[in-house]
């Protein structure tokens, strides 16, 4: 009987360890095969044509390292463990740095629109909202006032019409000066007097404290209406633009195809390297791609001299297709035209 309780004992320490390692957070990201999301149910182009194939999106699944997940990535090849240095900035909080992704997507979708409608001559406007805050310094002054995600729309009740024209008028004050910031919070306009101060980091230099980027937003005819819900991150851009395009034009480009990619859009339609390629062409192929469009980027002398393994993204992309034996055509893309000139070509699926 004895003997019967000890053991009980134990198993119940077990099991309490076990559980509590389980909770443990450790300082790394686990990056994981993400999923393939078929973008027709996403983005709705008023008035669209439909396709008969699927473009989609595919993403990277960011965990918080804990034990269990450590091992778990140890033991498979395209799990990779990052430092949280490596996924953030040390000054960013992870509140801040979800907001920064949500920014980065925002972004991505208004370039893709861009160069949708460009591409399908069809008419649209840029419209500048003002100063999008995508930090706050804890030790500077802007700390009290603003929260990150706040818009700033006027400093001393001048306008500005971007972001570099905000910074040349704050640069021209000096330490110790106030400045009236106009701003919007939780849809509210709000206004209050911010002290500048110096940088900890660069004592020659005086501000707020804030990061920030232009806040804008875009106006086309036929309108477009993007449900993202919580993708964050800049890297759905090109298939953005392929979607909204073939939701313009009569010509379905898919030709019945299923057809994955990933890759930064620019708005003269460049498309920029990416991170986790090989776990998103994984992702890819378990949602049966047939294609899978790659960023053919540019490795620098710099990038090589910093990482002399380094690879592009589409050599990335083929290396991870022959890891789990795909039958997933891989195709180097540089711009929005590459991807749309392969499928124009293409024969359409009978």
Same mark, same amino acid.
């Given at each position: ?6 053991? *009980?004992?134990?198993? &119940?320490? $077990?099991? $309490?360890?076990? +559980? ?9 990201? &686990? ?5 393939? *999301?078929?973008?027709?149910? $996403? $983005? ?7 396709? !008969? ?21 140890? *033991? ?13 900035? !040390? ?21 893709? &629109? ?5 591409? =399908? ?52 004050? !000096?330490?110790?000066?106030?400045? +009236? ?10 206004? =209050? ?59 379905? &480009?898919? #030709? ?15 498309? /920029?390297?990416?991170? /986790? ?5 994984? =992702?890819?192929?378990?949602? /049966? +791609?047939?294609?899978?469009? +790659? ?27 022959? %890891?789990?034996?795909? #039958? ?9 035209? %590459? ?12």
């Amino acid at each position: 009987m004895k003997f019967r309780k000890n053991r *009980l004992r134990i198993l &119940i320490c $077990i099991v $309490i360890i076990l +559980a509590a390692i389980s909770f443990i957070r450790l300082p790394y990201y &686990i990056e994981m095969p993400g999923s393939a *999301l078929q973008l027709a149910p $996403i $983005i709705k182009v008023k008035g669209g044509y439909h396709e !008969k194939g699927q473009l989609m999106l595919t993403t990277v699944r960011m965990a918080r390292a804990t034990p269990y997940l450590y091992v778990w990535a140890k *033991l498979h090849k395209h799990d990779d463990i990052v430092p949280l240095d490596e996924v953030r900035d !040390k000054n960013q909080t992870e509140e801040e740095y979800n907001v920064y992704q949500l920014y980065l997507m925002e972004n991505s979708k208004h370039n893709a &629109i861009e160069v949708a409608f460009s591409n =399908a001559h069809k008419p649209y406007k840029s419209h500048y909202k003002g100063i999008y805050v995508l930090d706050v310094y804890d030790d500077m002054p802007a700390s009290k006032v603003l929260k990150v995600g706040d818009r700033v729309t006027k400093v001393d009740h001048h306008s500005f019409q971007s972001s570099k024209q905000f910074m040349n008028y704050v640069g021209k004050k !000096k330490l110790g000066d106030s400045v +009236a910031i106009t701003y919007i919070h939780d849809h509210k306009e709000k206004t =209050a007097s911010v002290k500048l101060a110096r940088f900890k980091e660069n004592k020659d230099k005086v501000g707020i404290g804030i990061g920030l980027v232009d806040d804008r937003t875009l106006t086309s005819n036929p309108s477009v209406k993007m449900n993202t819900e919580n993708i964050g991150g800049p890297s759905a851009g090109l298939m953005f633009s392929l979607e909204i395009y073939n939701q313009l034009t009569k010509q379905d &480009i898919t #030709k019945g195809y299923k057809i994955a990619g990933t890759g930064e859009i620019a708005t003269n339609g460049e498309v /920029g390297r990416i991170g /986790g390629i090989d776990k998103k062409v994984i =992702a890819a192929s378990k949602a /049966g +791609a047939e294609i899978f469009f +790659a960023p053919n980027d540019h490795i620098t002398p710099e990038m090589k001299k910093t990482d002399p393994h380094i690879k592009t993204n589409y050599q990335e992309a083929l290396q991870a297709a022959k %890891d789990i034996h795909t #039958k997933m055509k891989i195709v180097p893309v540089k711009t929005f035209n %590459d991807a749309l000139s392969y499928l124009n070509q293409l024969k359409a699926k009978e």
